[in-house]
């Protein structure tokens, strides 16, 4: 058997992700066509690639159907609730660096803080009849830093892309979501609470410690490990 | 996982017992819709419970807990004094601890009566207490309603008030607002500068979203209206302090709190349903004497109690969590029955986990 290493199977991720391993000696590549998901490692022995969604990644890892994969902390924290018992961060690789924030109407003047969201939370609940929804794909990680933090009266919604238009639509009065440069939030006027960073991701690449590892995954473990030093 | 016969056949001994007492058994869906526990709970139930759905009905909760179901129930068609006992699946979602069980059987019996809630209290108490008899149980208990007719009592504005009563439950938030308003926290610099700005809301950005620019300009009239008002006096906050640290055995926690009350008067009608509860438990066989109050109790895990709560716990599994909770929940009542209300208790009890502590004594 050979030790598996999962990558991003598509855009920036993967490009960055390959270069990465160029750089420690370890070639990846695709092989076949364009739209063919398979891929070749090159530099060691013993390794094949698997080209994955990142967002499968973490659940892959925890299954133990891969060693080793490449995905974001803030998927990894989501989607994980056990993260630290199923694997083990290996690196971190200094690109996709995004943060998961929770962000408000520019206009809202008067909210600034957590503090701030939960007043504002109270009297919009009494207002309007029903708790001020918060857009985001990253449900568990959103609610226990909320709840954490003793905020009342939000509702989650659901949001899987353009998260800073719902406000605008009038779908969801505040969002959480990853930022990297902050552009997005501006271009649609929402700003980042100052005490709203929920979490700092970048890409990372993950040990899985519920995969088998026999004589043959351990060797090409070492040899790689070895070359990252 | 226990050996599921044992545990109905517990079940259903219980809920005879419960029956023999006086209750109606009752059944409820396991199906319960989402909307309602959301209403009751926010975000936080989908936390513990198990969400499904269907393009019909929308969104639905397996039932995580049975009292929900079975208050509506009385509401819609209930006849007064009413007392009901049921034994079935809840089902609670886990995402950190693996060993919790996501499914176990639970026997409750509730109590809707307005006549003499110091008596209710004390009856599903002691047939609570009837039924864990043999285990080696910590009983522990509390009183909601003090800390609340505490903050209702304080003398400061209502808007202060009502944000105080709205965190009861989280403790956290509870002490950040009360070192704001007792003028012990600093007021963040942000909103200094926007209390200190001429035209807060002269700003270069749209308004956009549902919250409405009125609704803004409303939030900073009352932070101004809140800055000049005098913080909580030291003799109340050292009042609260001392209340929310009572941890005694029931009469000596009575007494404290009797001390308490010199400072804040406004408990003293809570502390006579304390006291009222103590002789009913009495009259019950209760040996009050043994039995721990804690004034902090019931505050992080009990939302919906806002009374008299209780918990029995296995002090040698400090890994399982309680065999029995439960408490009074007058506003629970108010908030399901559509302006209806009726004072009620109840508690429920773990029969899977009784059969575990038994077996390991043996």
């Known amino acids: 058997m050979s030790l598996k290493l999962g990558v991003p199977s598509k855009g920036r991720l993967m490009e960055k992700s390959f270069a990465w391993f160029e750089k420690r000696g370890i070639t990846l590549s695709r092989t076949g066509s364009d739209r063919e998901y398979a891929g070749h490692v090159d530099g060691v022995d013993g390794v094949s690639l698997v080209l994955l969604s990142a967002g499968e990644i973490p659940r892959e890892l925890a299954a133990g159907r891969i060693h080793l994969g490449i995905t974001g902390t803030d998927l990894v924290h989501e989607k994980l609730p056990r993260w630290e018992q199923q694997v083990q961060e290996v690196a971190p690789l200094g690109f996709g660096q995004a943060d998961l924030i929770i962000a408000v109407p520019a206009c809202w003047v008067d909210v600034d803080t957590l503090d701030d969201l939960d007043a504002a939370s109270s009297a919009f609940r009494a207002r309007h009849g029903h708790r001020l929804r918060i857009a985001t794909k990253y449900h568990r990680l959103v609610r226990e830093f909320l709840t954490d933090a003793g905020v009342a009266d939000f509702a989650l919604v659901d949001s899987q892309g353009a998260t800073e238009g719902t406000v605008k639509n009038e779908t969801a009065e505040a969002i959480a979501d990853i930022t990297s440069t902050g552009e997005t939030l501006r271009a649609n006027h929402l700003k980042i609470l100052s005490d709203g960073v929920i979490l ?6 993950w040990r899985s ?21 | 996982m226990r050996n599921r016969a044992e545990t109905l056949e517990l079940a259903a001994r219980l809920r005879s017992h419960f029956e023999q007492a006086g209750a109606a058994a009752v059944e409820t869906p396991i199906l319960q819709p989402a909307e309602t526990l959301l209403d009751l709970y926010g975000e936080d139930i989908r936390g513990r419970a198990y ?13 995580p807990d049975f009292t929900v179901p079975v208050v ?27 060993d919790r069980a996501n499914e176990y059987i639970q026997v409750g019996y509730e109590v809707f009566d307005r006549t003499n809630p110091a008596a209710a ?14 285990l080696q149980l910590r009983a522990a208990t509390g009183d909601i309603g003090v800390l609340m007719a505490a903050v209702q009592g304080l003398r400061t504005t209502d808007r202060r008030k009502a944000a105080l009563m709205r965190h009861i439950w989280r403790p956290r938030r509870f002490r950040a607002l009360l070192d704001r308003f007792g003028g012990r926290a600093q007021m963040p610099p942000t909103r200094a500068a926007l209390l200190e700005a001429d035209d807060p809301m002269a700003i270069d950005v749209p308004f956009l979203g549902k919250r409405s620019k009125a609704e803004i300009a409303e939030r900073i009239e009352a932070l101004r209206a809140d800055a000049a008002a005098d913080p ?21 926690a009575l007494e404290h709190l009797r001390d308490v009350a010199v400072d804040l008067p406004q408990i003293n009608g809570a502390l006579d349903r304390v006291e009222a509860r103590i002789d009913a438990l009495q009259a019950r066989g209760v040996n009050v004497e043994k039995l721990d109050f804690e004034a902090s109790y019931g505050r992080t895990s009990m939302e919906y109690y806002d009374g008299f709560v209780f918990g029995f716990y296995a002090e040698r599994r400090p890994d399982l969590p309680p065999i029995a909770t439960g408490g009074r929940y007058d506003a629970l009542t108010r908030m399901l029955g559509n302006g209806a209300e009726i004072p009620a208790v109840g508690g429920v009890l773990r029969p899977d986990l009784m059969l575990e502590i038994k077996e390991a004594a043996r």
Do not use: C
Request: cysteine-free; overall charge negative; aromatic content about 6%.
């Open chain 1, 200 to 205: 700092k991701s970048q890409a990372t690449l």
């Open chain 2, 72 to 98: 509506q129930k009385h509401m819609e068609h209930g006849a007064e004094p009413a007392r009901y006992t049921y034994a079935g699946e809840v089902f609670r979602r886990q995402e950190h601890d693996p």
């Open chain 2, 232 to 252: 909580i006096s030291e003799t109340e906050l050292a009042g609260l302090e001392t209340l929310l640290s009572v941890r005694e055995t029931m009469p000596f």
């Open chain 2, 121 to 134: 209290d004390a009856e599903v108490f002691a047939l609570i207490f009837e039924a864990l008899e043999g």
């Open chain 1, 209 to 229: 410690r519920t995969a088998a590892y026999g004589p043959s995954e351990k060797k090409a473990l070492d040899a790689i490990m070895e070359r990252l030093g």
């Open chain 2, 51 to 63: 969400v499904t759905s269907d393009a019909l009905r929308g969104e639905q909760m397996l039932r």
